[in-house]
Nanobody, 114 residues
Framework: QVQLVESGGGLVQPGGSLRLSCAASGSITIYVMGWYRQAPGKQRELVATITRAGLTNYADSVKGRFTISRDNAKNTVYLQMNTLKPEDTAVYYC?????????WGQGTQVTVSS
């Protein structure tokens, strides 16, 4: 069984930064790791993904502001979020594709407000 533990959300002012972390546990091989977000009244959307080899993909809305990275030895994925905007407010979820399928984190709230 795969468990994901997210951390790093919170309240930040516009223009500020936050770093999210998501650690996966279990005897698995993890392939793609990613972050998604869901704002109130909206569908969940992709933020960024990263392959085991380090290839990244970003939503247009976060390019140049967010950076996804991973530590394969720790089965952990990170999302560095800079120059945050109020429209970045959402619950952020990590997702991993692994040996036996996919798993989602429990979500962490990010609120950007003055």
């Amino acid at each position: 069984q795969v468990q994901l533990v997210e951390s790093g959300g919170g309240l930040v002012q516009p223009g500020g930064s936050l770093r999210l972390s998501c650690a996966a546990s279990g005897s698995i091989t993890i392939y793609v790791m990613g972050w998604y977000r869901q704002a109130p009244g909206k569908q969940r959307e992709l933020v960024a993904t990263i392959t085991r080899a380090g290839l990244t993909n970003y939503a247009d809305s976060v390019k140049g502001r967010f950076t996804i990275s991973r530590d394969n030895a720790k089965n952990t994925v990170y999302l560095q979020m800079n120059t945050l905007k109020p429209e970045d407010t959402a619950v952020y979820y990590c997702k991993v594709d692994h040996t036996y399928g996919s798993a989602w984190g429990q979500g962490t709230q990010v609120t950007v407000s003055s």
